[in-house]
Each structure stands twice: as C-alpha cells, then as structure tokens.
C-alpha cells in the first residue's frame, strides 16, 4: 500500500465546491485511490475510487494527476451534510483499507 | 437488505472479563474486516476474512481472537479485557471485485468501554 499525505482539516461555506487534496508519491501501478468518508457518529462510508481516469459518480468527482502522485476529491456543492472526516487510500487488489487520520472538512452556513 | 450489523451497539466492561462481538452481512461478500477506532484517529484493523473458515491478522491483533464459521457472520472475541481495548469497533465486508477492486461497506459500531 501507498503512504498518503493529506490535509488535517478544511473549511467550506455551503453551496460552495471543495477540493480535497491527497498526495500518494508512492503509489505502484495497480494501486487503486479510494476515498471514503466519516459522518459523526458513523462508520465509514465509500465515496468513489479510480485507477488512471477522473471518475464520477453521485456523490463527488475524483481527479487523478497525470503521474498518478496526487488525487484531489471534488465535492460540487458543499452541504451542511458533507462535514465529516475524508479518507484517502491507496491499495492494489484487496488488500484491506488501511486508514490514515483523513481530513475533517467543516461546512459553514 | 439490513447490509452489515453490530451486536451489541454498546458494552461496558470490567477488566479481566471476555466477550464476543458479532458482526453479521446480508449482501454474500466473501471479505470482512473488524477495526477499531480510537478518539480523534483513523480506523485500524484487527483481523479480517477472505473467506469462510479463514482469517488473517491486520495491524492490531494482539488481545483479539476471530472467527468465520459462516460466510455471514464474523466474530471478534477479546479473553480478556484490558482499559486500553476501550475503544470503537467497526465491522465491514466487501466483495472481490471484477478487477479487484472493491467497496466496503460498514456496519454502525459498537462502543466497549473496559474499566
């Protein structure tokens, strides 16, 4: 698994984007970058995770660099709902998640 | 479809005591993990399961024992139960995905406090 570096907490106004940084300098070829995220109170839930290509899905968008050493997580339209802890991961096949200290992003009114 | 249950939700115990926490799926995935998660830090795992029968150690094992006789459900015990096992437990499963790639999903919780 990949070491990954990221942010101990942001800040966003509601109805604003955010973009959710990870550094993975590490990361091997059939690593994916997985992101899951903590509401208080709650286990984790999955976000989205990609391998090369940006990703989107109904939640939030992935965007991968080109070398693959960093990856943002792109929420659209930051809800009061979307404070919580995010994780960023990065691991091949199923190896199992190896979680970090992720970054809280608190969302102001 | 419930998805990944805990039981129980919480437990307080004395130390030296055991107990056994269950998780259980209802989705057939083959993987399951139990971590734990400590005030203001990431989650850590213990033990998972690639599969009935099996289990393997994750990072934190020691003072636990696991156990997969059925495919949907996943046992943690602690023998015996020390303060610094006071903790936040999370179960999780997860299939094994066409390129190997997967998502877990993750059960409530259960809160043990050893005193």
């Known amino acids: 698994d990949a070491k990954t570096t990221q942010p101990n907490s942001m800040e966003s106004n509601e109805e604003e984007p955010v973009h959710l940084p990870c550094n993975h300098s590490t990361i091997s070829g059939t690593d994916y970058i997985h992101w899951y995220r903590q509401l208080p109170s709650q286990g984790p839930e999955y976000v989205i995770h990609g391998l090369t290509s940006n990703v989107n899905n109904r939640m939030a968008s992935l965007a991968i660099a080109e070398d693959r050493k960093s990856s943002t997580l792109i929420l659209h339209r930051a809800t009061l709902r979307d404070a919580a802890v995010y994780y960023c991961m990065a691991t091949s096949g199923n190896t199992p998640l190896v979680f970090g200290k992720g970054t809280r992003l608190s969302v102001i009114a | 479809n419930a998805g990944v249950t805990q039981t129980p939700k919480f437990r307080v115990l004395k130390t030296g005591q055991s107990m056994t926490l269950l998780c259980a799926q209802d989705?057939?995935?083959?993987?399951m993990y139990w971590y734990r998660q400590d005030p203001g830090m990431g989650l850590r795992l213990i033990h998972y399961?690639?599969?009935?029968?099996?289990?393997a150690k994750g990072e934190v094992p020691d003072g636990y024992n696991v156990s997969r006789l059925k495919k949907q459900n996943f046992l943690l015990g602690l023998e015996s139960a020390a303060p610094s096992q006071t903790s936040v437990y999370f179960c999780?499963?997860?299939?094994?995905?066409?390129?190997?790639?997967?998502?877990?999903?993750f059960g409530p919780g259960t809160r043990l406090t050893v005193t």
């Open positions: 989705m057939n995935h083959e993987y």
């Open positions: 399961s690639v599969g009935e029968g099996t289990t």
């Open positions: 999780a499963s997860s299939y094994f995905g066409v390129k190997g790639t997967y998502e877990q999903y």
